[in-house]
């Protein structure tokens, strides 16, 4: 198995053709797993000719537009501009080429790194607007999440007011578990959406009924895939999909995560379960740095009952723009013995300790499906927020605007407190500083070594 770093790409002036130049650094990784994928990969690239296996240190890397010309539609990259998408990030930079290239890929890249962005922007260069079918799907494991995909690939798709008339109309529909599944059987009678979103229960419904077709599927992407095949409800759906639907061949496959634990052996899952092609490549972008190094990771040591406490005490110095308070969930037993959960009780603390922010909202999966929605819209409508919450917001969820996450809690392991930890630093251009608090027992403390240890980062303890 050959290991190459991508350390930029580059455009000669004439010819907006991409280069690549692989080094031996290991700051970021692309994992071939036979010699012949990295040969159809230098092959189907435009201009391979061009690509060099050396280190291309200093060199200007190319902007999003220059990447995506000649793949995406034009207006896409106009809508991609005009919200602020000039400039790829590190794992765009890496990806895009590989996956504009046709290969099977599994894009392992930090939270908040733009793998969403990535996976959009092949979907927009293979789908043909021309034909009535379902050509792209993409599954993820919650509702919010699907959501705000939805919301970026249909930003993506609007129509351009210069370039309305060569445009051909391109619908996503979100198909998530709490929607209405009734007014989707209609529409998807009436005309197949070219892209759909979805969650793997809410997918496996339509496609039981069969008003769902996937056969002309192109694309299929699966987001947040260790937490999917995590899942012991949706492992076998998600088999299944993998494995069902559309050729192998006429499929591009892609995976997504921050954290693909045990990277090698799902690669050779992927190949031997026939979920991908045999030459699918793992683009790894930052592996020595799995978390983003605009964190900086703090805890405090409280002593019995006196939890919430100093929670109060840190937002009262902290005074934090907007922050995530990531709580544990209610076991079954506190709930079958009718307890209010733990979530309920700080919210309703907050509100009456707490006087620096007015917008504390509730996150947590027992909460219906209109209040998780409400929740999230209002935070997103601007900064100065508090937003209580349990995991299901630590997977996927963008709010950037979020400055300070506090695990009141901590996380039962080190890939949740890397998603935990991954709902702030999501401004990939930004140099500010987000802090990352855990409040925890001196008894605790080896766990969040445990943690620092497995994600390579460093905790400074506050005393407060
Ligand atoms: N090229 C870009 N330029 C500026 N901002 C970008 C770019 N690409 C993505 N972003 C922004 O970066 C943020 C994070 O992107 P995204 O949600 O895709 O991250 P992610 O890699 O999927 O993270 P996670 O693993 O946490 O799901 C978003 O707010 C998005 O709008």
């Not at 060099?52 to 890397?61: F, R, T, V």
């Not at 007014?183 to 197949?192: D, F, G, I, Q, T």
């Not at 892209?195 to 996937?214: D, F």
Request: glycine share 4%; proline share 5%.
């Amino acid at each position: 198995m050959g290991t190459l770093s991508v350390t930029g790409l580059l455009f000669q002036s004439q010819n907006p053709k991409p280069r690549i130049p692989f080094s031996t650094n290991f700051t970021n990784q692309v994992i071939f797993p036979n010699p012949v994928s990295k040969l159809r990969l230098l092959q189907a690239l435009p201009n391979s000719s061009s690509i060099s296996i050396e280190e291309n240190p200093g060199k200007k890397a190319p902007t999003l537009r220059e990447i995506c010309q000649g793949h995406v539609p034009e207006h896409v990259i106009r809508r991609a501009e005009e919200v602020g998408y000039t400039r790829p990030t590190d794992v765009q930079l890496q990806a895009l080429p590989i996956l504009f290239s046709g290969c099977d890929c599994i894009l392992h890249a930090q939270t908040g790194s733009g793998k969403t962005l990535a996976y959009l922007l092949l979907i927009f260069s293979v789908i043909n607007t021309q034909k009535s079918a379902v050509q792209a799907v993409i599954v993820v494991p919650t509702r919010e999440l699907g959501m705000q995909v939805t919301k970026v690939a249909r930003m993506l798709a609007a129509k351009h007011v210069e370039l309305e008339l060569e445009q051909k109309c391109c619908t996503v529909m979100a198909l998530l578990d709490g929607g209405m599944l009734r007014r989707h059987n209609s529409w998807l009678k009436a005309e197949p959406p070219t892209i759909v979103v979805a969650t793997i229960r809410s997918l496996c419904q339509m496609l039981e009924k069969q008003t769902l077709k996937l056969e002309s599927m192109r694309v299929l992407i699966i987001d947040e895939v260790d937490f999917m095949f995590n899942s012991s409800k949706e492992v076998g759906s998600l088999r299944k999909l993998l494995t069902s639907y559309s050729s192998l061949n006429n499929r591009q496959t892609v995976f997504a995560s921050a954290s693909i634990p045990q990277h090698r052996r799902f690669l050779h899952d992927c190949i031997q379960q026939k979920w991908t092609k045999s030459d699918v490549i793992h683009v790894h972008a930052n592996p020595i740095q799995p978390m983003p190094s605009c964190l900086y990771h703090r805890f405090v040591i409280y002593g019995k009952n006196r939890k919430h406490q100093i929670l109060l005490s840190l937002l009262l110095s902290d005074a934090p723009e907007s922050s995530i308070i990531f709580v544990g969930e209610q076991s079954e037993k506190s709930k079958k013995a009718g307890n209010t959960p733990s979530t309920t009780l700080l919210v309703e603390f907050l509100k009456a300790s707490y006087v620096g922010c007015s917008d504390i909202h509730l996150l947590e999966e027992d909460t219906n499906f209109h209040l998780r929605a409400a929740s999230l819209s209002e935070v997103r409508q601007g900064g100065n927020y508090i937003l209580v919450a349990t995991d299901i917001a630590a997977r996927g969820v963008d709010l950037p605007e979020t400055t300070h996450i506090y695990n009141f809690d901590l996380p039962r392991t080190a890939v949740d407190y890397l998603h935990r930890a991954g709902r702030t630093g999501r401004k990939p251009f930004s140099e500010n500083k987000c802090t990352v608090t855990s409040i925890l027992l001196s008894e605790e403390r080896f766990v969040l070594k445990r943690y620092e240890n497995e994600l390579l980062f460093n905790c400074e303890e506050l005393i407060l």
